[in-house]
């Protein structure tokens, strides 16, 4: 998926195995925060999204900004959690994944 251009993932919930897999292939697993998802934020799954919040140190379960821009430019800006839960993880994608870590580790 990552060679596909998918860089991160946006869901309500997460099981353990499916977000360590995303994390594990080098994608972003980000989580709604409590009480939102994407029918109450108006999100119809056409925006273009830019996720604010990546370019500083990046720590387990960090807040991040997600800003969603639709067809007619107007953009609405919410929070999220990355679901990153162990700094590992945080490794793990910053390396873009488990097989880039392990390689470089290698060398």
């Known amino acids: 998926p990552l060679l596909l251009g998918v860089k991160a ?3 309500e919930s ?3 195995i499916h ?17 939102e998802n994407q029918k ?13 919040g990546l370019s500083g140190t990046l720590t387990p379960q ?3 900004t997600v800003q969603a821009e639709d067809e007619n430019g107007k953009t609405k800006e919410f ?4 679901r990153m839960d162990t ?3 945080v490794e793990y994608y910053l390396n873009g994944g488990i097989l880039h870590q392990r390689l470089r580790s290698l060398l």
């Open 14 to 16: 997460f099981e353990r």
């Open 19 to 35: 977000r360590s897999n995303l994390i594990g292939m080098g994608i972003l697993p980000l989580e709604y925060l409590a009480g």
């Open 87 to 89: 700094p590992i993880e």
């Open 40 to 52: 109450e934020l108006g999100l119809n799954g056409r925006e273009t999204y830019h996720i604010l």
């Open 79 to 82: 929070a999220v959690i990355a």
């Open 62 to 64: 960090m807040q991040l």
């Open 9 to 11: 993932v946006l869901a």
